[in-house]
């Protein structure tokens, strides 16, 4: 079993695409020679060639009319936006045109259209390179939305967005390229929503995404310490949400907390929340927990970035607050 | 199309009931009208009768509490498809019509009310813009988006039975529903005090409560009894009416004219007539004293005080199962003798257990008369939102001073009328009772 990185199985799932499929290429910037910002596409133009690995001018709004062009036209375009920052330029393809074809076409058309993007803090880049906006796109009927937390689940994950019929807005967390996960030489799809419980607990469930499955699980081998036995489970794709598997998990734990990077006011974790005590409210014993980063730009100084995301003790502390006794 | 059986709401704040039998089998005819199930609400116990004729295709709660609105069965034509979970209360979650997970299938939603508020023909109106020409169409769309709304409203589950609310986890909520534990009775060891599941498995189990310094009962000598919805009702209420800051005041009426007039009132009776009592000629004086003291005929609201036009005399009356308080109604209008067959039925009722919920509605004013016991006197606690409530003791003979000096062996009746003092003031109160006893001490004035 090979031992691939984040980075190589999203590189992996395209190749194979790619290689099996002759609708699948890939587009975005800087992402042929140079091999992307983050080097997912290094070697791709070797092997694909210009046609298939195409470099695009500083335009995420081009970017994505493009993809969703070539998609409409049969084509499974896999665009890259270099950080979901730039999304906010892109928004108008993908809101309003993306997520709105098939419907307003009486299914006459599709966008089987994937725009992967990434970003996240912990390198210090600043306000406007590092945020987490996964929470804008599943507000918008018509997209699916993922957030990958493992090589494994990157690889799966992605083979089923460039094979689903709409637009799937694919994120990637850039602290997380680096980490390495054992996987089998032959692909397995993973289907879009459907969560992964990371570990087994019955005391609080801990529903967490992208970088803060890691923390949350950090924090789990914390808590087990103390004698809280703690639950993890990553939705891994936020649109559709798997909802039975975070609410049979509550049933049995009784208690829940959400953590997710991004901001923690109207984040996706008020979702979680409201699906939780809407479905599971006689199942709860505590407030559901929130945990996310502060109301506030990111800001360069790394001692204040770290202040303001969250970490595994901020899960951690979380986890106590369900299980917390005055008496 | 099959027609679904709901518990109804029978009265002002009954927020579920019990059903204790149905008297139709699945499979039965069922005429519109015609009894159908036994409900116990936390007042009365009656026959529900069917609202439709047809078939009683299912019963879906055969037994045990239900929250107002549940589905409990189904009335419909033979062999006709049913389509109702057992017992379930629909979620309402609200999944049909949605675009199923962002995902949009071939262009098509769902829900057919919602297809047809779409379905415009483009020739109206420029594309795209909203505007007052689809303003039908908008209008269906906009009642099909209501009447689902409308499964999505739930009754709010009975409350914890203690007046004021207890703060406790939803599933410490649940546990202590299911195991008939009150959750007022335990201690909370969550933040804030609240209980949480621990605190109420812990209590199910009889574990002690980490109250301190309870000392342990000895064993064999408790009886549990468990509550009756009849017997929480009569605690949440009466704990609820403590609350309220209350007074009394005390007053003896001569009881003599109005023993006289019952001595030739009850030799008056014919065959089959209720015999009047001198509690008839009681209620009768009050609700005629409260006609003329409308502030004491009145109702706390809130966030208002409301007097009523009527005065609807309820008469405390024991049963096996504690106390209940029929009412007689609009008792002003009435005379003697129809007080007498009006209390006559009510208290049969009651002891029977027949009351309906209109039996136990609406009452301004309340009558409690411990006389026939022997109690000289006594306090009785307020039945809000009632501003009052008047305590009655026996009549007993008493000796009173006569103008010559000397002294008299006349019956005396002790009165204590308890009032909210909220609603109510002291002058006010006095002033009513003053009414009361000139009635009880000369029954002409109240002609």
């Not at chain 1, 090589?151 to 992605?158: E, Q």
């Not at chain 1, 997380?176 to 570990?199: C, F, N, T, W």
């Not at chain 2, 706390?300 to 209940?324: F, K, Q, R, S």
Request: aromatic share 4%; net charge negative; hydrophobic share 40%.
């Amino acid at each position: 079993m090979p031992e691939l990185s984040y980075r190589e199985a999203v590189r992996d799932a395209l190749s194979q695409a790619m290689r099996k499929d002759e609708d699948v290429f890939i587009m975005g910037e800087d992402i042929a020679e140079m091999g992307g910002s983050m080097g997912v596409t290094q070697g791709m133009l070797d092997e694909f060639g210009p046609d298939r690995v195409r470099n695009t001018p500083i335009s995420e709004i081009a970017i994505v009319g493009t993809g969703i062009g070539a998609a409409m036209q049969g084509m499974r375009p896999v665009v890259e936006v270099m950080y979901e920052d730039f999304l906010t330029v892109s928004m108008e393809q993908i809101v309003n045109q993306a997520a709105k074809h098939r419907y307003m076409s009486g299914g006459q058309l599709k966008v089987p259209l994937t725009v992967r993007t990434q970003g996240g803090a912990g390198w210090s880049p600043g306000a406007q390179h590092a945020q987490q906006v996964e929470a804008w796109f599943v507000h918008v009927p018509g997209l699916k939305v993922v957030f990958a937390s493992t090589p494994t689940d990157a690889r799966g994950l992605l083979w089923s967005a460039i094979y689903d019929d709409n637009p799937v807005i694919f994120f990637e967390h850039r602290t997380l390229y680096g980490l390495k996960e054992e996987m089998s030489d032959e692909l397995e799809p993973i289907p879009l929503g459907q969560a992964r419980v990371h570990r087994q607990g019955e005391d609080v469930t801990v529903v967490a995404t992208g970088r803060l499955v890691h923390e949350a699980l950090a924090a789990a081998e914390e808590a087990e310490k103390e004698g809280v036995s703690v639950e993890v489970i990553d939705p891994r794709t936020l649109q559709p949400l798997d909802e039975d598997a975070i609410v049979g998990s509550v049933k049995k734990t009784n208690r829940c907390v959400v953590a997710h990077e991004a901001v923690t006011r109207m984040g996706f974790g008020a979702e979680i929340a409201a699906v939780v005590q809407h479905q599971a409210f006689d199942w709860l014993d505590a407030p559901v927990e929130r945990v996310g980063a502060k109301f506030a730009p990111l800001p360069f100084a790394p001692v204040m970035e770290e202040y303001v995301v969250p970490h595994a003790k901020d899960v951690l502390a979380a986890i106590q607050r369900t299980v917390q006794r005055d008496g | 199309m099959a027609d679904e059986v709901k518990l109804p709401r029978l009265g002002q704040g009954m927020e579920s009931g019990t059903i204790v039998k149905w008297l139709k089998s699945e499979g039965d005819q069922v005429e519109k009208g015609e009894p159908l199930y036994e409900l116990d609400t936390d007042k009365v116990t009656q026959e529900v009768e069917a609202e439709v004729a047809g078939v009683l295709l299912k019963i879906t709660v055969p037994q045990g509490e239900a929250d107002v609105g549940t589905t409990i069965a189904v009335i419909g034509e033979q062999d006709e498809d049913v389509n109702v979970e057992d017992g379930n209360v629909e979620d309402g979650n609200g999944e049909d019509g949605n675009v199923e997970d962002g995902n949009v299938e071939d262009g098509n939603v769902e829900d057919a009310s919602v297809e047809t508020a779409l379905e415009v023909s483009d020739d109206e109106q420029e594309e795209g813009s909203p505007g007052p020409a689809r303003e039908a169409e908008r209008e269906r769309g906009r009642e099909a988006s209501a009447s689902e709304q409308i499964t999505e409203i739930r009754t709010p589950a009975q409350g914890n039975g203690a007046g004021a609310r207890v703060k406790a986890s939803p599933l410490a909520r649940r546990i202590a529903r299911d195991r008939g534990i009150e959750l007022g009775s335990l201690r909370g060891t969550g933040p804030e005090g609240r209980v949480v599941a621990e605190d109420v498995e812990r209590a199910a189990a009889g574990g002690p409560t980490p109250a301190p310094g309870a000392a342990p009962a000895p064993p064999g000598d408790i009886e549990r009894i468990p509550l009756t919805s009849v017997r929480r009702t009569i605690a949440r209420r009466l704990t609820e009416a403590w609350q309220a800051p209350a007074f009394q005041i005390a007053m003896s009426a001569d009881m003599t004219r109005a023993q006289a007039l019952h001595d030739r009132l009850a030799e008056r009776v014919k065959e089959g007539e209720a015999k009047p009592t001198v509690t008839d000629i009681l209620t009768k004086a009050c609700a005629a004293a409260l006609m003329r003291h409308r502030a004491v005929n009145a109702h706390w609201a809130e966030d208002a005080i409301e007097l009523h036009p009527n005065a609807n005399v309820g008469i405390a009356v024991a049963i096996d199962a504690g106390l209940v308080v029929p009412v007689i109604h609009q008792a002003e209008r009435k005379t003697i003798a129809e007080l007498a067959a009006a209390r006559a039925d009510i208290v049969t009722r009651a002891r029977e257990g027949k009351l309906r919920q209109e039996d136990l509605d609406g009452g301004t004013f309340t009558i409690s008369n411990l006389g026939m016991f022997g109690v000289e006197q006594f306090v009785a606690v307020l039945n809000p939102p009632q501003a009052a409530i008047l305590a009655v003791g026996a009549i007993e003979r008493k000796a009173v001073p006569t103008d010559g000096g000397g002294f008299e062996a006349r019956p005396l009746m002790t009165m204590t009328l308890t009032c909210d003092h909220r609603t109510l003031d002291g002058a006010t109160a006095a002033d009513f009772l003053r009414t009361v006893k000139a009635f009880l001490e000369e029954p002409g004035l109240m002609l």
